[in-house]
């Protein structure tokens, strides 16, 4: 059954910090079920896009639904999936990987009801969708940048997501993380879930990838198939970005030392 | 006559014992947020509630309730709000909390018992009956909203940016969090001190750490380290007339720095006993790697090669790389899973 609304619809969006806009009356209907990546270099105002659709950064002028709702609206939060770009998630205080995936499946359970065994089970799937099944109670610090960053994406997939919205999620990975992460996302794609991955790299992702959003300078610069985006993507390579965070590049190989990487805002 | 024939030293008892239970079992989220400093803060603001309740000729115990959570709500909102960060916030608390209290107090007329040394480093002699009761009132609420909504503050004191963005109340919760963090302070009051709560909060949880490999179990072996040097540190300032306070948070300090200690010896030990079984390999002629003739063999989470029929994994450290012996290689090389 296809849902009579698109997953996203942006109609002369314009999204900041405070009362700052950053990406500007941005129109981009997502339908669901596509698999799209937002493109662009740091500083383009594609990370500000994504907040915008979680509600992390604000809205200043224009019209944003996801999943049919104006964003802050939608009542079941944990319809949409969330992967921050994160080199760890390993806090101050020692914490399982089946511990740090199950703060995911909170969203669906409101504010009060514990986890039931349909939440464990759906935990234990998400851990083993990532191809980590056999480290649910291994510490979350135990394991490597790129493992860790697969608890993230685990996380997410717990709720079981209609949208799925991920940054960078495979800035600083190693290979075989990358490999898993696309089979990963090919599966649940192929379920039906709308993906919106926001990178500076589609190569890692392009099997999975159909479309391309590119955004440039806060505006969208380019909107079609991901195989024809490269023109673009050429473009903003020769586009020294403003604001760019200090040895994080686009000419970067794909792994990058953990230290090196900043958070984009 | 033993340590339970006094009925002051039954009420002091049992005071250290709620407060060592629920002080760690809060400071784990302190900490888990990077916030140690708040119990601190708020200890300070209840400083301010007591001097009122002595003016007022009040209980302390409940007007120091009232300040503190009012404080830890206001600073939250403080920190929602964004314009003064978070840090800034905590000092002006700090020093707000302080200077009204030591203000307040001298007001006090003369004659009447303010004691400032027993508010802020605990006296074994000054928990009342009806402070025992409202201690044991507290223990309760916060043990049962930890219980209730433990999972959601951990969410929330893990990452609270993806907490938002899935819908969970962060600001509700953070309050929350800061009520819970308030409460305890005034639990603490007599036994402990409200300069040195937040050590009790935080200490249980730092040694925790160190050892559990879960959440869960830092929670719970937290509260178990808790009780232990609260009550033994309150026993021991009977026999020493020293303040229980100073007593059980340097109890506390100790037993951190022998947990530390051991798990540094441990780990050193380890890694030195790692070092002389791969001696043999630091001078290892070659990197292993695409051309090297040796095999790769995925093993795990990572890609060992296969050395004449035993398995090479890289290891790099600060000096380099060298090659841990991974065990020997059945032949032929088994399929990835």
New interface residues.
Partial sequence: MTPEFPAIRLRGATIGYGDVPIVRNVDLTIAAGEAVAVLGSNGSGKTTLSRGL???ATMLDGDMQVLGAPVGR?R???R???V?Q?HS?S??????V???V???R??RLG??R??GAADRRAVADAVAAVGLGDRL?D?VAA??GG?QRRVLVA?ALA?EPELLIMDEPTAGVDA?SQEALAGTLATISASGTTLVVVTHESAPLAGVLTRAVVVDHGRVAYDGPLSEAGHHDEHLHHHPPEREPAGYRLDQPTVTPRSATTRER | MGLLDYDFMQRALLASLMVGLVAPAVG?FL??R?LSLLGDGLGHVALTGVAVGVLTATSPVWTALVAAVLGAVLIELVRARGRTSGDVALAVLFYGGIAGGVVLLSLAPRGQATNLDSYLFGAITTTSREDVVVFAGISVVVLLVVA??G??L??V???E?????????VLGLNVVLAALVASTVVLSMRVVGLLLISALMILP?AIA?LL???????VLLACLIGVLVSVSGTATSFYTGTPSGGTIVLLAIGLFLLVTSAVALRESTARRRHRRRVDVHDAHPHEHGAACGHPPVPHG?HVDYDHDGHLHAPHRTGRGVHYDEHGEHPVPAPPNR
């Fill in positions: 979680l509600g992390l939608l079941e939060r944990g949409v999936g969330y921050p994160r998630i806090g101050a205080v020692p914490a399982t089946r511990e740090a199950a703060v995911g909170l969203a504010l009060f514990p986890l109670d510490k394991l490597s493992q996380r709720a075989a | 784990v900490v888990q990077r209730l909504l999972q959601r951990y969410a004191s893990d990452d940016e993806y907490a938002r963005a899935v819908g969970l109340p949880s750490q559990a490999r879960s959440f869960r179990e830092t989470d």
